[in-house]
Nanobody, 121 residues
Framework: QVQLVESGPGLVKPSQTLSLTCTVS??????????WSWIRQPPGKGLEWMGA???????YYSPSLKSRTSISRDTSKNQFTLQLSSVTPEDTAVYYC?????????????WGQGTQVTVSS
């Protein structure tokens, strides 16, 4: 059973960098052919895919967020990390990490519980 758990600060100041870590258990982040994704949901809005890091280490980003998004991983810890720079209150959302099926893009079989991140001074 794959489990994903998000961790990181729940409050970030505007202009700073949001950093979240997803810790994966029950499966390796290097296993073919999965992608490890970050998705967020602002209050009252739908889910927004932010980006992903593949089993190979390749990264993919939403065009709207690419300029300030970075996803990395630590395979020794079976973790992957989201960094979102220059945050504004519009970045306030529940942030999820999830496992995405490489063969079926947009399909997620495991999700973290989500973590609320508020951008405020």
């Amino acid at each position: 059973q794959v489990q994903l758990v998000e961790s990181g600060p729940g409050l970030v100041k505007p202009s700073q960098t949001l950093s979240l870590t997803c810790t994966v258990s029950g499966g390796s982040i290097t296993t073919n052919y999965y992608y490890w994704s970050w998705i967020r949901q602002p209050p009252g809005k739908g889910l927004e895919w932010m980006g992903a890091i593949a089993y190979s280490g390749s990264t993919y980003y939403s065009p709207s967020l690419k300029s300030r998004t970075s996803i990395s991983r630590d395979t020794s810890k079976n973790q992957f990390t989201l960094q979102l720079s220059s945050v504004t209150p519009e970045d306030t959302a529940v942030y999820y990490c999830a496992r995405e099926l490489g063969v079926v893009a947009g399909t997620y079989d495991y999700w973290g519980q989500g973590t609320q991140v508020t951008v405020s001074s």
